[in-house]
């Protein structure tokens, strides 16, 4: 079984500048997760997705931090403006909606570095 | 606003010594999980923990809750260096106002 595939895995990029991070789910799996690790500490939810509508977007910065999936299976995350304090890993995951257990699986993430 | 707290966040052990890592946290849970990160890797899914006094064991490693007292444990037996990483858990509440709260994690360094 195919794990959740992310892409790029390292992206470094000026201040102000954009970027764009794009996660492919493990099939069948209707809820997706966008998390932000900085170093040293826990990954913070940013968004959740369930099929192409969002569950929880709270800790999402709304005003430079976007994020959709369109068709309920791929999903991109955008930074525009980025600024030097999102520097830190960005880590997908999903899981089948359903199970009690509700077990996460996790992306290999895109580290970015913005300077 | 649920809060989960682990300690210690930093623990070097030698091979063949037992230690518990604790993780609490404030409100009332429905599930609470605990994962393994390599440096440099993602999060891999270790045990989940559903009701209280659930106990689950793989290996070396062995998990049990506490929901009265909001509190989980991750003993390890008898380490090996090959269980140095970092060690999360994370908590679900399922309450529309939650989401889910991982800790600061807690950084294993076991000498060999």
């Known amino acids: 079984e195919a794990g959740v595939a992310q892409s790029p895995r390292y992206k470094i990029i000026e201040k102000r500048q954009s970027v764009a991070f794009w996660c492919n789910p493990i099939?069948?799996?209707?809820?997706l997760y966008w998390y932000q690790q900085i170093l040293g500490q826990g990954p913070k939810l940013l968004i959740q997705?369930?099929?192409?509508?969002?569950?929880?977007d709270s800790q999402l910065p709304k005003d430079r931090f976007s994020a959709e999936r369109l068709k309920g299976v791929d999903s991109t995350l955008k930074i525009q403006p980025a600024k030097l304090e999102d520097s830190a890993v960005y880590l997908c995951?999903?899981?089948?909606?359903?199970?009690?257990?509700?077990?996460?699986?996790f992306g290999a993430g895109t580290r970015l570095s913005v300077l | 606003e649920l809060k989960v707290e682990q300690n210690p966040l930093f623990l070097s052990m030698q091979e063949g010594k037992n230690y518990t890592i604790y993780c609490n946290y404030s409100?009332?849970?429905?599930?609470l999980y605990w994962y393994r990160q390599d440096p440099g890797k993602s999060l891999e899914s270790l045990f989940v923990?559903?009701?209280?006094?659930a106990v689950k064991q793989e290996g070396r490693l062995m998990a049990s809750l506490d929901t009265k007292a909001r509190l989980s444990t991750l003993h390890i037996t008898a380490a090996v260096h090959d269980l140095s990483a970092t060690y999360f858990c994370?908590?679900?509440?399922?309450?529309?106002?939650?989401?889910?709260?991982f800790g600061k994690g807690t950084r294993l360094h076991i000498l060999p």
């Open positions: 995951a999903s899981s089948f909606l359903g199970l009690a257990k509700n077990i996460q699986y």
């Open positions: 409100t009332t849970s429905d599930r």
């Open positions: 923990l559903l009701s209280n006094g």
């Open positions: 099939s069948g799996h209707a809820t």
């Open positions: 994370a908590v679900d509440s399922r309450n529309r106002d939650d989401k889910i709260i």
């Open positions: 997705f369930q099929n192409n509508g969002v569950v929880d």
